[in-house]
C-alpha cells in the first residue's frame, strides 16, 4: 500500500478514536473485538422480535429487512464494485476468478475429427452476478479453449444496479446484443424464472454470503441443474492458517471500512462485507449444506485459494 495511503488510514483512524473510543479499539484489535462490538449495538425493536431473525454482518435483524439492507450495500458499491473487491482480497480475487473458472473447464468439447457433431453448447446460470464479471471470463473460456461458440450465460441478479453495470461493460465484449449474454433480475431463493433441470453450470462468486436463506438458495440451484449439472460456489471463507488468519482479520477489521470511506466514500458497506465473511460458514459446515440438499460433492468437496481466505465448492446433481 502507498505511504499516503497508509498516513490517510491511521489519520482516520485517530479522527473516528476521538468520536468512539470503544469502537476504535475494536477496529485495531483483532476480529475477536468486533464480535465484542455486538454487545454494543441497539436491541432489535419489538415488533422484529415477533418475527424471525437472522445477521447482517454482526447486526441482528428482521429477515424481512435484510434483503432490501443487502441490497441497498450493492446500490452503493455498484459502479466501484472490482475496487471493493480489490481492497477485500488485496487484488487477488482476479486469480482467484481465473482459478474459478479454470477448474469449471467450462464449454462443450467435440472432437475435432467429428465436424458434424451436435454443439448445442452449455446453459450457464451465474447468480449474483451482476457485473458480468464471471460470465465474461465464463465465455472467454469456453470460446477460446473449448472453440465453443455456443454455449450461453443468463446472468440473474437481484440488485437492478448491478445488472446495470454488467450491462454497461458489457459492450465492450463481443458478446453484446448476442444470444450468448443475457442478464435477468431474479432472486437465488426463487428462480421461477428458470425452468426445473435446465441449466448445465450454476455458478455463484462472492454472492451467496449475503443470501438470507442460503439453504434455499441451494435446493434452487439443485432444482434448476439437468442431472449431472454441476454447483459451483467461489466465496470468501475461513484461514487455515492461525498466524496469518491473524494478520488478515487485522487487516480486514482495520483497514478495510477505512480505505472504504477514503476511497468509496462509503465506510458501512465495506464494513458489512468484512462482518459478512465472518457469518459465513466454515469450509466443513457449507460443504455439509451442499450435501444435505442432495449433491454428491467430489474429493473433499471444496478447494482452498491462498490459505483459505477464499474456497470453491462444488456439487454435483445425481444422475437417476
Known sequence: MRPSLLRAVRLGANAHASRNPFQVRCLTASAS???????????ISSSAKDERTTHFGFETVAESLKESRV????????????TMNDLMSLGIHRLWKDQFVRSLDPGQKVDASSPDAARGGWHILDIAGGTGD??????DHASTINSDGATRVTVADINP???????????????YNSDRLSFTEANAEDLSVIPSNSIDLYTVAFGIRNFTHKDVALQEAFRVLKPGGVFACLEFSKVNNPVFNEVYKRWSFSAIPLIGQLVAGDRDSYQYLVESIEKFPSQVEFRDMIVQTGFMVPGKGWEDL???????????????
Open 161 to 175: 444496479e448491478m445488472l446495470a453495470e454488467g450491462r454497461k461493460r458489457a459492450i465492450q465484449t463481443s458478446y
Open 306 to 320: 491462498t490459505n483459505g481466505i477464499a474456497a470453491i465448492h462444488k456439487g454435483i446433481k445425481p444422475i437417476g
Open 71 to 82: 441490497g441497498a450495500v450493492f446500490s452503493s458499491v455498484a459502479s466501484s464494485y472490482d
Open 33 to 43: 473485538c468486533a464480535q465484542q462490538s455486538q454487545n454494543v449495538r441497539p436491541e
Open 134 to 139: 464471471i460470465a465474461f471470463r465464463l465465455l
